[in-house]
C-alpha cells in the first residue's frame, strides 16, 4: 500500500504547473506496484517515462492501452491527469472525473480524493455531497488521511451536510495528530476563522506553530496574521511575515512591506532607519510584481513611491538585483 506521505503530494497536484515535477512524483507513486510485477507492467514504465520527457502523445497511448483494454486502475488515474493536467491535449475536467471515479472504483486512493471533490464540485453530474463524503472516507481509509480535513470542510461550512464546526474539528484532527503538514495548517484555519463555538486563536498558533516547526511558508503567515491582529503584536508579527515572504509565499510581500514602511523613525532624524527604508523598498518591488487586490496594489504604489523620493538612489540597483534573485529562487 502507498503511503500517506506520498498522498499528501498528490493532494497538491492541481495546483502544480512544472509537468516533470508531477510526472517524476507520478512514477515516484507507482514504484512500489509497477516493479512488484516487472513483466506486465514493463510498458506501463515505458509510458511513464515518455511522460516525464515530455513525449505526450506516445505516453497518453499506451495509459490508454491499459486503461481501457486491461482495466489498469494506476493508468486510468493517470489518464485522469492528463485531462486535468492538459498534458498534450485541452484539459476537461468532466472527462477527468470519469476516469478518476474509474481508478478509484480500483481503490487508488488519491483517486478516490479527486472523484470525491468532482461530486462536491458536481463537475460531471449533480453534487452529491453524500457520496463524496463517501469516497473522501474511502481515500482516508487507504491511506490518504488528508481526505478527512476535506470531510471536516464540508461541515464546517454546512456544504450539503448539516454544519457542525465541532466534528469537522473532529474529523481534521485526525489528520492533524500524526503530523500531516496541510492538516495542521487546516485546523489552525478552522480555530481561527470558525464560528463563535470553536473560535480560538491561542489553539490556531498552537497548530499553525506545529506546521511552522516544518518550515511552512503558509504556516509562518498566519502567525504574522494573528500576531497583528489578535494580539497586536507589531514586532512579532513582522518576524512571519518577513519569514514567509522569504520563501516566496506571495501573501506575505505586502504585509511584510507595509510594517517595514510603518515601522517608527529614528529619533535623531526623524527619518526611517536603513534597514527599514531598504527593507520596504525590497518588499513592496516584489508585491507590486504580484496579483492583488485593487486596493492592495494601490496602496503598495503609493508606500513605494514615498520610498523611492527619499532611497539613496545608489541603493536601487542592488535592491532590484535582490528582489530578481529572490523571484528566480521562489517563482
Known amino acids: 500500500m502507498l503511503t500517506s506521505e506520498i498522498f499528501q503530494y498528490m493532494t497538491a497536484l492541481k495546483k502544480i504547473k512544472c509537468t516533470v515535477f508531477v510526472s517524476s512524483l507520478i512514477f515516484f507513486i507507482w514504484a512500489p506496484t509497477l516493479f512488484a510485477q516487472p513483466d506486465a507492467n514493463h510498458e506501463l514504465i515505458e509510458a511513464q517515462q515518455w511522460l516525464a520527457e515530455g513525449e ?151 497548530w499553525f506553530g506545529y506546521a511552522a516547526e516544518k518550515n511552512s511558508a503558509e504556516a509562518y503567515y498566519y502567525l504574522g496574521v494573528i500576531n497583528l491582529n489578535e494580539f497586536h503584536d507589531q514586532t512579532r508579527a513582522l518576524y512571519w511575515f518577513e519569514m514567509a515572504a522569504s520563501q516566496g509565499y506571495s501573501p506575505a510581500y505586502y504585509q511584510t512591506a507595509r510594517l517595514y514602511f510603518y515601522a517608527p523613525l529614528a529619533e535623531e532624524t526623524d527619518m526611517p532607519t536603513a534597514e527599514n527604508l531598504a527593507k520596504s523598498y525590497l518588499w513592496l518591488s516584489a508585491a ?37 534573485q529572490h523571484f528566480l529562487e521562489f517563482h
Open 288 to 324: 507590486k510584481q504580484q496579483s492583488a487586490p485593487e486596493n492592495e496594489l494601490n496602496d503598495t504604489l503609493r508606500m513605494l513611491k514615498k520610498v523611492e523620493q527619499v532611497m539613496p538612489e545608489s541603493w536601487k540597483k542592488d535592491l532590484d538585483k535582490k528582489v530578481s
Open 56 to 206: 505526450y502523445s506516445k505516453a497518453y497511448k499506451a495509459f490508454k492501452l491499459y486503461a481501457q483494454e486491461k482495466q489498469n486502475h494506476l493508468a486510468q488515474f493517470t489518464l485522469a491527469l492528463f485531462y486535468q493536467q492538459g498534458w498534450g491535449r485541452e484539459k476537461d475536467e468532466v472527462i477527468a472525473c470519469q476516469w478518476y471515479g474509474k481508478a478509484a472504483a480500483g481503490g487508488i486512493p488519491a483517486a478516490s480524493h479527486f472523484f470525491a471533490q468532482c461530486l462536491q464540485e458536481g463537475i460531471h453530474q449533480a453534487a452529491d455531497h453524500e457520496a463524496a463524503i463517501h469516497w473522501y472516507q474511502q481515500a482516508a481509509d487507504l491511506g490518504h488521511t488528508i481526505s478527512l480535513c476535506a470531510i471536516g470542510d464540508l461541515y464546517m461550512q454546512g456544504d450539503g451536510v448539516e454544519k457542525n464546526p465541532k466534528k469537522a474539528l473532529t474529523y481534521c484532527q485526525q489528520a492533524a495528530s500524526i503530523g500531516l503538514t496541510p492538516a495542521q495548517l487546516k485546523m489552525g484555519q478552522f480555530y481561527l476563522n470558525g464560528d463563535a463555538t470553536i473560535r480560538n486563536p491561542q489553539q490556531a498558533v498552537t
